[in-house]
């Protein structure tokens, strides 16, 4: 396949698959942090004004939402580094990286690097 050198000779381009819960964690996590960053500058007043001059807008706009794309981006690259684990750990029983123990075990990143 034309991509299989794009990731290494090593690895066949099925292998990007395995990593399907990093996208879905990521979009779910930037999502409902990004709502929720949302009420929370509203309720505290943490918001751009229109004014006549120069802004446009009808209503108040949150300033926070980049905050929740944050977790969002925070939130797939543990889930990408914890896959990159379980995959180099469990090689040979299996090949994906498991959904249960990802949503029910911390994440021991420090231990993993010591």
Same mark, same amino acid.
């Given at each position: 396949?034309?991509?299989?050198n794009f990731i290494g000779p090593?690895?066949?381009f099925t292998w990007v698959l395995q990593f399907w819960p990093v996208p879905v964690f990521s979009? /779910?996590?930037?999502?409902?942090?990004t709502l929720?960053?949302?009420?929370?500058a509203l309720k505290l007043g943490i918001v751009d004004k229109p004014d006549k001059l120069?802004?446009?807008?009808k209503g108040s706009i949150a300033y926070?939402?980049?905050?929740?794309i944050l977790v969002g981006l925070t939130v797939g690259i543990?889930?990408? /580094?914890y896959c990159l684990g379980h995959q180099?750990?469990?090689r040979s029983s299996r090949n994906s990286c498991d959904i249960r123990s990802l949503s029910t075990k911390p994440i021991m990143l420090y231990e993993k690097a010591m």
């Open positions: 396949m034309m991509l299989d090593e690895r066949p979009f /779910i996590s930037a999502l409902v942090a929720l960053c949302k009420n929370i120069v802004k446009t807008h926070l939402g980049g905050v929740g543990i889930t990408g /580094i180099s750990s469990a």
